[in-house]
């Protein structure tokens, strides 16, 4: 059991029908941009960099890979700027060629070849849209830059700022381009898609106009690998089925991470072991039940003001619909919410406000620079729309 870490699950397929829409052939076309939204832990990282990044580099593009959550500390337009800089670097030689050359008029910024290539950094006055367009002329090569956690772009007026450059990057870098050849490709992806379609939702947004695509989840092609490496560490007569891994996996949302933490604690019990999908269920409704039991905690901490307004966020978000606050319509839902949960409050934008203020303070809300809202985990949301049913239909 302790070889479980050397489980490598490669998804070529997924990753070849993302590298044909780049380009615009087959089924889809993401020559635009790609918007990919899937839940936290399930595989999308992972995917990106161990599946996407090497498919990149077989089609002879350029990836350049950062996550925004890599360092919240920082700016997340810092990150983008630093990742494209790190890019850079390798091309060192054949950029201060170029920069002496004719014919670069518009990379004038790397004239006095001031640029510090050992940093991951990018002269203060050089913008995206210069920096891409001498990586994509250094590189010789179509760039595809892929953004992961896309969405803690917009919880700084500079990481909007810089959303909005790379759309115009990608608009200067591919026009005139052919279809295949050149340019400049976006992959953007978050683990929360209300947030993520903060940017496509409305025209001030950067992408105003593109569709959010919904990561495929770990299905049971996953699963059927997963067990048959596990089962070629256990005796003949103590073996895993498929069908229960994969029930198992289901009850933990598709992540993978969990599910190798329902095995490790299934492992201890392997010697005595005469049915082991009963201790797979029982281990991952032991596992749901915990990150349940969290949500449970922190909704019963809420007043009713403030659970009233999750209650139409979590609705919107089901719909995939924005959470206007102070709109009538929600006034009203939430006035409604208030009144199935037994207050006879009659709310308005104040008490919105200040729910939403609190509910911020605690983490369970989230606000882009510009006054959207969203909620912190989606999860969070499904489990109290869950709850409510369930107590419409005791």
Known sequence: MTKRAGFVFRRDSLALTIAQGLI??????????????????TGKSTFLREDLVPRCVEQGWLPVYVDLWADRDKDPAELIRGAVAAALAPFEKGIRKLAKSAGVEKLNFLRTLSWDFSTPQLPADATLTQALELLHRAAQKMIVLIIDEAQHALTSPAGINAMFALKAARDELNQGQDRGIGGLRLVLTGSNRDKLAHLVLNKNQPFYGSSITSFPLLGKDFTRAYTAHLNS??????????????????????????????????????????????LLRNSAELLRAGVWEEFESAYNALTLPQRAVLEVMADRAHDNQPFAPFADVTVL?????????GSD?????????????????????????????????KAFGDWIRQRRDTRRTA
């Not at 103590?238 to 993978?256: C, E, T």
């Not at 839902?333 to 949960?341: D, N, P, Q, R, S």
């Not at 308005?348 to 200040?354: C, F």
């Open 345 to 377: 409050v009659v709310p308005g934008t104040q008490t919105i406000q200040a729910a939403i203020d609190s509910l911020r303070d605690k983490e369970l809300v989230w606000k882009s620079s510009r006054g959207a809202y969203a909620l912190e985990d």
């Open 24 to 41: 615009g052939e087959g089924l889809h076309d993401y020559s635009s941009g790609l918007f990919l939204a899937a839940p936290r832990r």
């Open 233 to 278: 560490h256990l005796a003949q007569t103590n073996q895993f089925s498929a069908a229960d891994i994969d029930a198992a996996f289901d009850l933990v949302g598709r992540r993978p991470e969990m599910l190798r933490t329902i095995i490790g604690d299934v492992a201890l019990e392997l010697g005595e072991a005469e049915n082991l999908g009963d």
């Open 333 to 341: 839902a939430v006035g409604k919410a208030l009144e199935t949960l």
